[in-house]
C-alpha cells in the first residue's frame, strides 16, 4: 500500500505516516506508529524508499526474518474451537439448481481490482426448465452456502465478469459471515468444490472437470493455514496457474469473490439469504419479466 502510494507521488516519508502513526492516533492506539519512548518496537527496516523492501523485520524488539526469511520459530496455539467450522446441510446436487422463471436476471458484474459492483441484466440459458451459466457472454453461476450452523441456507445468483470458460473456483473466505461462496460453469465443477472445501474444512479450491487442479486448506476457521509459509506460497502459485487453466481473467479472482458477500459495499451482492440490492437497501428477486 506505502509502495503503491508513493508511486502515485506522495513523499515517502508522508506515505509512512499515513500507514503507521496517522492510523494509530486515529484509532487511539497509543503504544504503535512512531519509534519513540514506551512505544512497541514493530519495525521494519528497509533496503531504499521507493521499493520499500524489508531487509529485516522487528518484532517487541526482537529480529524475527531477515532478507526474506523467517529466522525465529512461530509459536503455534492449538485453540479446537476454531477446527470443523465448515458445517454445511447436507447438500445434493439437485440443490444448486436455479428453477428458470425467465431468461432474464439481475446479475452481479464485478469491476476488476475493486470492491463495488454493478447491478446489470443479463441473459442466461435455460435448460430443462433451469437457469443455466451463459458462458459466452460470461455470465455465471454463483452460490453462497450457510457453513457455520447448517442451515440450509442458500443463496444463487449470476456474477459476470470472471471470464471463466469451464469449471469451477469456491472458497470459504467470503466477508464478512464468510460463508462457503462458489462460481462455476456447471453444477458438476460447483458440487465438487463444495466437497472439497467440506473435506478439507475451508479453503480455496480450482475444480475442472470434477477433477481438483489447485487447492489452499485453511482449517483454522475456515480462514487461515496451519501448514508453513513456503507451502502456502506455493500453493497459492498453484491457484493462479489453476485460474490460467480455467480461464479466468481477473488478476485477484478470489480477493473479488470474497466481496461478493458483502451487503455492505454497492450496488448488488449475493448473501445465504438472497440477493441484496445495496443501494436500496432490499432483497431482490434474481429474474426479471418474470414469466406467468
Given at each position: 500500500?506505502?509502495?503503491?502510494?508513493?508511486?502515485?507521488?506522495?513523499?515517502?516519508?508522508?506515505?509512512?505516516?499515513?500507514?503507521?502513526?496517522?492510523?494509530?492516533?486515529?484509532?487511539?492506539?497509543?503504544?504503535?506508529?512512531?519509534?519513540?519512548?514506551?512505544?512497541?518496537?514493530?519495525?521494519?527496516?528497509?533496503?531504499?524508499?521507493?521499493?520499500?523492501?524489508?531487509?529485516?523485520?522487528?518484532?517487541?524488539?526482537?529480529?524475527?526474518?531477515?532478507?526474506?526469511?523467517?529466522?525465529?520459530?512461530?509459536?503455534?496455539?492449538?485453540?479446537?474451537?476454531?477446527?470443523?467450522?465448515?458445517?454445511?446441510?447436507?447438500?445434493?446436487?439437485?440443490?444448486?439448481?436455479?428453477?428458470?422463471?425467465?431468461?432474464?436476471?439481475?446479475?452481479?458484474?464485478?469491476?476488476?481490482n475493486?470492491?463495488?459492483?454493478k447491478?446489470?441484466?443479463?441473459?442466461?440459458?435455460?435448460?430443462?426448465?433451469?437457469?443455466?451459466?451463459?458462458?459466452?457472454?460470461?455470465?455465471?453461476?454463483?452460490?453462497?452456502?450457510?457453513?457455520?450452523?447448517?442451515?440450509?441456507?442458500?443463496?444463487?445468483?449470476?456474477?459476470?465478469?470472471f471470464?471463466?470458460?469451464?469449471g469451477?473456483?469456491?472458497?470459504t473466505?467470503?466477508?464478512?459471515?464468510?460463508n462457503?461462496?462458489?462460481?462455476?460453469?456447471?453444477?458438476?465443477?460447483m458440487?465438487?468444490?463444495?466437497?472439497?472445501?467440506?473435506?478439507?474444512?475451508?479453503?480455496?479450491?480450482?475444480?475442472?472437470?470434477?477433477?481438483?487442479?489447485?487447492?489452499?486448506?485453511?482449517?483454522?476457521?475456515?480462514?487461515m493455514?496451519?501448514?508453513?509459509?513456503?507451502?502456502?506460497?506455493?500453493?497459492?502459485?498453484?491457484?493462479?496457474?489453476?485460474?490460467?487453466?480455467?480461464?479466468?481473467?481477473?488478476?485477484?479472482?478470489?480477493?473479488?469473490m470474497?466481496?461478493?458477500?458483502?451487503?455492505?459495499i454497492?450496488?448488488?451482492?449475493?448473501?445465504?439469504?438472497?440477493?441484496?440490492?445495496?443501494?436500496?437497501?432490499?432483497?431482490?428477486?434474481?429474474?426479471?419479466?418474470?414469466?406467468?
Amino acid at each position: 500500500m506505502v509502495r503503491r502510494t508513493v508511486q502515485s507521488g506522495i513523499n515517502p516519508v508522508d506515505a509512512i505516516q499515513m500507514a503507521s502513526l496517522n492510523a494509530a492516533e486515529y484509532f487511539g492506539i497509543k503504544n504503535l506508529g512512531a519509534i519513540a519512548p514506551y512505544y512497541k518496537a514493530d519495525l521494519l527496516i528497509l533496503d531504499n524508499l521507493k521499493d520499500f523492501n524489508p531487509v529485516k523485520v522487528i518484532k517487541n524488539g526482537n529480529i524475527v526474518a531477515e532478507n526474506g526469511k523467517m529466522i525465529t520459530d512461530c509459536p503455534c496455539n492449538h485453540i479446537s474451537s476454531l477446527r470443523g467450522t465448515v458445517n454445511i446441510r447436507w447438500l445434493d446436487k439437485e440443490d444448486l439448481k436455479i428453477k428458470a422463471e425467465s431468461d432474464k436476471v439481475r446479475a452481479i458484474e464485478v469491476i476488476s481490482n475493486q470492491l463495488v459492483t454493478k447491478n446489470v441484466e443479463a441473459k442466461i440459458n435455460i435448460e430443462n426448465d433451469y437457469a443455466q451459466s451463459n458462458i459466452e457472454d460470461d455470465i455465471l453461476k454463483i452460490l453462497v452456502i450457510e457453513r457455520h450452523k447448517a442451515s440450509g441456507n442458500i443463496g444463487k445468483g449470476f456474477v459476470k465478469g470472471f471470464g471463466i470458460k469451464s469449471g469451477a473456483i469456491a472458497s470459504t473466505v467470503a466477508h464478512d459471515s464468510h460463508n462457503m461462496i462458489v462460481i462455476g460453469t456447471n453444477d458438476d465443477d460447483m458440487f465438487k468444490a463444495i466437497k472439497e472445501l467440506v473435506k478439507s474444512q475451508g479453503g480455496k479450491v480450482i475444480v475442472q472437470n470434477e477433477k481438483v487442479i489447485a487447492k489452499l486448506e485453511l482449517p483454522i476457521a475456515g480462514l487461515m493455514s496451519d501448514e508453513s509459509a513456503e507451502t502456502v506460497l506455493h500453493k497459492c502459485e498453484e491457484l493462479k496457474n489453476g485460474q490460467k487453466l480455467i480461464g479466468c481473467s481477473l488478476d485477484a479472482p478470489f480477493m473479488t469473490m470474497a466481496f461478493l458477500s458483502l451487503s455492505v459495499i454497492p450496488e448488488l451482492k449475493l448473501t445465504d439469504k438472497g440477493l441484496f440490492d445495496v443501494v436500496n437497501n432490499k432483497f431482490v428477486d434474481l429474474f426479471i419479466n418474470i414469466k406467468n
